[in-house]
T-cell receptor
């Protein structure tokens, strides 16, 4: 079963706009990670936020984590056509090692 | 070298065929993973190898047989597959398999079972 559910399932924006994707999960976590996947390709790790962190930045990416609400958000600022991809959150649940479980994903389309 | 290399990129096989998927990394990682991904779905974990030993098998049917000959190589042997096994098969690796590690993914093998 999926640990994370993402919202929205699909998002279409214009180049230059910001894109926000949300992830909700069910059980306690050690950390939450975000990955990007271009169509038919492998996943690329974007950012990892630990359970004791609330916010993290990496370039144009900003991730927040609210463990009380069991949710995370990924913000991509000043989006580019090259950001078009599927974005997945992934969690490692507390008490289990090496099991990264992916959320349902958000398909982002950035229109030029 | 931060790449995970998977071969072949595409594979078409019949239900009576035997084939193998291969995965290689030279980052010195000691944990390697097989994931299965159906179209428009998230990857689902199949197997985890840690220090060349199978540590997790997510109740995968025996027609999928993993093998880790050494710390750099991971194989997935396929036999008597069903059409519903058609999917993108992704290999990944991480440093030691710890819970705060990121995974490095290969580009995958797109498998079609006829």
């Amino acid at each position: 079963s999926q640990q994370g559910e993402e919202d929205p399932q699909a998002l279409s924006i214009q180049e230059g706009e910001n894109a926000t994707m949300n992830c909700s999960y069910k059980t306690s976590i050690n950390n939450l990670q975000w990955y990007r996947q271009n169509s038919g390709r492998g996943l690329v790790h974007l950012i990892l936020i630990r359970s004791n962190e609330r916010e993290k930045h990496s370039g144009r990416l900003r991730v927040t984590l609210d463990t009380s609400k069991k949710s995370s958000s990924l913000l991509i600022t000043a989006s580019r056509a090259a950001d078009t991809a599927s974005y997945f959150c992934a969690t490692v649940t507390s008490g289990s090692a090496r099991q990264l479980t992916f959320g349902s994903g958000t398909q982002l389309t950035v229109l030029p | 070298d931060t790449e995970v290399t998977q071969t072949p990129k595409h594979l078409v096989m019949g239900m009576t065929n035997k084939k193998s998927l291969k995965c290689e990394q030279h980052m010195g990682h000691r944990a390697m993973y097989w994931y299965k991904q159906k179209a428009k779905k998230p990857p689902e974990l199949m197997f985890v190898y840690s220090y060349e030993k199978l540590s997790i098998n997510e109740s995968v049917p025996s027609r999928f047989s993993p093998e880790c000959p050494n710390s750099s190589l991971l194989n997935l042997h396929l036999h008597a597959l069903q059409p519903e096994d058609s999917a993108l098969y992704l290999c990944a690796s991480s440093h030691k398999g710890g819970t705060n590690e990121k995974l490095f993914f290969g580009s995958g093998t797109q498998l079609s079972v006829l």
